[in-house]
């Protein structure tokens, strides 16, 4: 027996000698290259994430493709590190041999994602639409993964669903799989949660709506105001008359003006024309403009207007907003909006 255990134990050793040869041909233990200074002229190469792949699977890549010293080293620098949890799927382009914190920090600059999709916040669906066709989907392959989204019920369009983010996508990605990602993001955001469940006096279309006017019409500072500013209109019965709506309709973005014939144009968009809200989203809002319409500040107001650029003013009196108007209209014709 003693015998038999000793050939078992020879042979054990021998096998995991061999085994830690072979790793070390794929990997060169906990190696790293030194963090050094990154010139424009050094070698890249561009590599592919794929959808799900986990840190390790990061880490061999990486390696195979010469980006750092050793699999091990790029793996422990992002178990240490939370930022790794947010590198995307697609394509990255790396500097060849830099240290593993490094290549983190490539893998996060969205810089260096080809054909990178950016969804401002306030975009319209149909800038979506044009950015999927850019990234290389026809307009027709984007028009059919919309309409075979499975929106979340009470919605009728996509428009407002498509949360503002930058998007990179694994090759062979189709434009449906494209378009269910940006709903998605919109449905995994804690503020998305928050408004598909909401169950008080506005349906989660009507706060999306809300928070798309809020996007178009104010500064972050003051998105608040702006949301309690719809609601009390919509609660006194008043018509909204946003330009914003009316700048939807046309299709138009970066006027100030807005001409008496534009607040004519027969749309249910057009606020100046009906009560209420629009049937929908005029864009697609972000965060901060969600928020806001789920918690709009407390206040009386009924108007506010932007005399110049960052001094935009609130009340409830419509004599002071007469006033401020006519300030609003000398500035604009001084040409401080430009």
């Not at 914190?101 to 990178?116: E, I, T, V, W």
């Not at 378009?179 to 928050?194: I, P």
């Amino acid at each position: 027996m003693k015998i038999r255990r000793i050939v078992f134990a020879l042979v054990f050793i021998t096998s995991l000698t061999y085994g830690l040869h072979v790793v070390r041909t794929h990997s060169v233990g906990f190696a790293n290259f030194e963090t050094r200074t990154v010139q424009m002229s050094d070698p890249q190469v561009t590599i592919e994430i794929p959808s799900g792949a986990t840190g390790s699977d990061i880490a061999r890549i990486l390696f195979q493709a010469g980006v750092v010293k050793s699999s091990e080293a790029y793996f422990r620098t992002a178990v240490a590190d939370i930022r790794s949890e947010k590198v995307a799927p697609g394509a990255h382009r790396l500097t060849l041999r830099i240290s593993a914190s490094q290549a983190l920090d490539q893998l996060l600059d969205s810089s260096r994602l080809p054909n990178l999709i950016k969804i401002f916040e306030g975009a319209w669906k149909s800038e979506v639409t044009d950015s999927l066709v850019t990234y290389g989907f026809t307009k027709k392959q984007v028009q059919s993964a919309f309409r075979t989204l499975a929106l979340p019920a009470g919605f009728k369009s996509a428009e407002g669903l498509l949360f503002p983010a930058l998007y990179s996508f694994p090759k062979g990605t189709t434009p449906e799989k494209a378009v269910a990602s940006m709903l998605k993001r919109f449905e995994s955001e804690s503020v998305g949660q928050e408004l598909l469940g909401s169950v008080g006096k506005y349906s989660p279309l009507q706060l999306l709506t809300i928070a798309s006017i809020v996007q178009s019409e104010g500064d972050n500072a003051d998105f608040a105001k702006v949301s309690r500013v719809i609601r009390n209109r919509l609660e006194m019965g008043m018509p909204l008359q946003m330009d914003s709506t009316v700048h939807y309709i046309k299709g138009v973005r970066g006027q100030i003006f807005l001409s008496t014939s534009s607040t004519l144009i027969a749309s249910p968009y057009n606020t100046y024309k009906n009560y209420g809200l629009p049937p929908g989203p005029i864009g697609n809002p972000g965060a901060l403009a969600i928020t806001a319409a789920l918690h709009p500040a407390q206040g009386d107001w009924l108007f506010f207007i932007t005399v110049a650029p960052g001094d935009t003013r609130f009340t409830r009196s419509n004599s002071q907003f007469v006033t401020w108007k006519a300030l609003y209209e000398k500035n604009r014709k001084a040409g401080a909006f430009k």
